[in-house]
Nanobody
């Protein structure tokens, strides 16, 4: 079993920046992809960004392209999400996720979530 622990998040004004991190309790070959989802109140969960741990390729939701950056550490156990130019519509609970890339958008492992609030 793998635990994912998120940190970061918080409150910021529109136009500001926040960073999230997600640490896996251990590295396994099953952690092929790691990424972030978010869910705003009353809305469905949506994928935000994903990164391939071994190859380093990444993908983003259209709504965050050019503003958010996902990257990993060399140990391949921690993934970061740098969020710039934040908008009120980015307000949501952000969840880290990990698993085989083919398991997306329903990866095997999930974190508890960290809240991001962007005020106008």
């Amino acid at each position: 079993q793998v635990q994912l622990v998120e940190s970061g998040g918080g409150s910021v004004q529109a136009g500001g920046s926040l960073g999230l991190s997600c640490a896996a309790s251990r590295y396994t070959a099953s952690l092929e992809c790691m990424g972030w989802f978010r869910q705003a109140p009353g809305k469905e969960r949506e994928e935000v960004a994903r990164i391939h741990i071994g190859g380093g390729w990444d993908s983003y939701a259209d709504s965050v392209k050019g503003r958010f950056t996902i990257f990993r550490d060399n140990a391949k156990t921690t993934v970061y999400l740098q969020m710039n130019s934040l908008k009120p519509e980015d307000t949501a609970m952000y969840y880290c996720a990990a698993g085989g890339c083919s398991s997306w958008p329903r990866p095997d492992y999930w974190g508890q979530g960290t809240e991001v609030t962007v005020s106008s």
